[in-house]
């Protein structure tokens, strides 16, 4: 036996000695984050022959290895992204909700039915200073919320934009650590040492990349350990690639956009992640909210103004601008980047009031025949026949068709056309395809049969009575025009019998009719087919629904990712239990080992006393 039985228990205690410690490790671990158990693999040592045959030289610990399931990694690693995203999403949805549904008095809800409320007081007692005080702050209130509410969202975009920075520098700085973390599991293996605490550590911070932004990781070959963002391999072995926020410069509000910081203007195509969350926050939930505040803003502004402008004011004057916000140097006519005149129009009155009501057929008015034709609007077209057809008939076919043109009655009674939030507020092509209907309305002028806004020549074509694009933030820039409460134009005019075809003179102090008009645009369709307060509990309705979706999916996410989490914790879960087993077993053979060499060392001292 001699030295070789030594050898023999030596790598038995060797062996025993490292599962030992392996298990040791373990229980140390048990509570860890991300740390997977380790198992040892003692196999026999090799073997060499003599004249017996072949002899084995003891154990060793072959390989000391990580229990992990790639796919319920991948698997985490792909739900993780998309519970961050929904998780983010209901966090700042429900910021959104408070903002706009704030539960006070300085609601847009409550400040819109108290301005309604005070307008049909004032038609009932014009005369009366209280009133008109109360009427113009009550409009402040209006006024007001709606600039807060606007300008809360603003900030909120902001602070996404600014979040989107830091979110861009975390996916920086963690795909660093990764490749990082590759080159020392890299120089262990070369070296043949055990490299699993930083592969733990590594899919930590996998996991934790995973829930700023998508990701897909290729695990086959350990030397090529890749991460993909965006179809582009991000993390590839111990080198990886930065992304960049830059800021956008074609986007009127400078925000950043996400690129690749070896490749200027090569977006990152991001899918999901909190970064995914806060892009579509910014530039599409908060945008739209911002939009349809604008919306309502610009409905009340201009819809305001038609009516107090077309009634008297307590001094017996035509009223003026009720709500402020549209600039009287709004440009009706801009040069485009190809040197030619572009026409920006938002609205126009024609300038012909129609007699008749607006229910009659037009043909009833003197200065309208009877025929039939077509419009075109923004492409589409409108027939209509003069004996049959109302004015208020042809403002449905057109607002029905979506032509991209909003069509309304003003208070005298003359057809309004007004450019859509769709097509940016902007009146585009109109024509008279055939018949003369828009010339007698006075949208076009006497033998001009076209409006195109890409020729600015044709503004020549059309009436006078015109407003410019209104400026994106009317909503924060809304404001109450009326300075001398007087100049409420709360009475309605009658004609004087000269020939005129705008009423001229005031019915008189005590007349409530234009007030009541005002009151009245709380019933009208005055938003498309939507009535303000419609409108607005749509705004609030939809922002409702999808902060419940947004906590809706983060929740079934969470429980599948639990349930995913469970199966991967039976797996590489530390049992305390069964490593107490496994140290009891790894003891004996090491007890047995040591005995192992105490019996061969008696051997020796047996034969060399012999001596």
């Not at 043949?192 to 070959?221: P, T």
């Not at 042809?394 to 309004?416: C, H, K, M, Q």
């Not at 914790?569 to 009891?584: A, F, K, P, Y």
Request: aromatic letters at 6%.
């Amino acid at each position: 036996m001699g030295m070789f039985g030594l050898e023999v228990g030596k790598r038995g205690l060797q062996s025993h000695q490292t599962a030992l410690n392996v298990t040791g490790h373990n229980i140390a671990n048990a509570n860890t984050e991300g740390y997977s158990r380790q198992v040892p693999t003692i196999t026999s040592d090799y073997m060499y022959s003599n004249k017996y045959g072949s002899v084995g030289v003891g154990s060793e610990v072959n390989t000391v290895s990580r229990v992990r399931d790639a796919f319920i990694d991948e698997r985490i690693v792909q739900e993780t992204s998309e519970e961050a995203y929904w998780g983010l999403k209901e966090v700042n949805m429900k910021e959104i909700q408070y903002i706009i549904n704030e539960p006070t008095d300085k609601s847009v809800r409550y400040t819109l039915d108290e301005f309604w409320t005070s307008l049909q007081n004032l038609s009932q007692t014009p005369e009366d200073l209280a009133i008109r005080v109360d009427t113009k702050e009550r409009a402040t209130d209006l006024t007001d919320t709606l600039n807060k509410n606007f300008n809360q969202l603003k900030s909120l975009q902001e602070d996404l934009n600014n979040e989107i920075k830091v979110s861009v520098a975390d996916i920086n700085s963690k795909l660093k650590q990764i490749s990082e973390i590759n080159n020392q599991i890299k120089k262990l293996e070369v070296n043949k040492e055990s490299a699993n605490d930083l592969k733990d550590k590594r899919d930590v911070l996998v996991e934790q990349l995973s829930k700023v932004v998508d990701l897909k990781v290729e695990r086959g070959n350990e030397n090529e350990f890749i991460i993909t963002i965006g179809n582009r391999a991000a993390v590839q072995g111990n080198s990886y690639k930065e992304l960049a926020a830059v800021r956008d410069l074609d986007r009127s509000t400078g925000y950043y956009k996400i690129e690749w910081s070896d490749i200027p203007n090569k977006n990152v195509n991001i899918k999901n992640g909190e970064l995914k969350s806060l892009l579509d926050m910014r530039d599409i939930e908060l945008q739209k909210y911002m939009d349809d505040l604008d919306e309502l803003a610009i409905g009340l502004i201009d819809q305001m103004n038609d009516v107090n402008i077309s009634g008297f004011d307590i001094n017996g004057n035509n009223g003026g601008v009720f709500f402020g916000a549209f600039s009287e140097n709004e440009k009706l006519v801009e040069i485009n980047n190809s040197g030619l005149m572009e026409a920006k129009i938002y609205k126009m009155i024609g300038t012909n009031l129609i007699a008749s009501t607006s229910e009659k057929p037009l043909s009833n008015d003197p200065d309208i025949d009877e025929y039939t034709g077509s419009i075109k609007l923004n492409g589409k077209s409108i027939s209509y026949d003069t004996s049959k057809d109302s004015l208020k008939d042809i403002v449905d076919r057109i607002n029905s068709a979506n032509t991209g043109i909003e069509a309304g009655i003003d208070p005298n009674n003359r057809l309004v056309f007004r450019g859509s939030r769709n097509e940016e507020y902007i009146i585009r092509t109109f024509e008279d395809e055939s018949g003369t209907l828009l010339q007698d309305l006075g949208i076009l002028k006497q033998g001009e049969t076209i409006f195109d806004r890409a020729d600015g020549d044709t503004i020549n074509n059309i009436t006078d009575n015109l407003t410019g694009q209104p400026k994106i933030g009317a909503a924060s820039r809304m404001y109450v025009a009326i300075e001398n409460v007087d100049t409420i134009a709360a009475a309605r005019g009658k004609l004087k019998d000269n020939g005129e075809t705008l009423p001229s003179e005031s019915n008189g102090v005590g007349d409530g009719s234009n007030a009541i008009k005002m009151a009245g645009l709380k019933y009208e369709n005055t938003i498309g087919n939507h009535k303000f307060e419609e409108y607005f509990e749509s705004l609030v309705s939809d922002i409702g629904i999808k902060a419940e979706q947004a906590a809706r999916m983060k929740s079934n996410q969470e429980n599948l990712i639990a349930n995913l989490e469970e199966v991967r914790q039976s797996q590489i879960g530390v049992s305390l239990d069964e490593e107490m087993t496994n140290m009891i077993r790894f003891e004996q053979g090491y007890n047995a080992a040591a005995k192992y060499i105490q019996i061969v060392n008696q051997m020796l001292d047996t034969l060399i006393n012999m001596v």
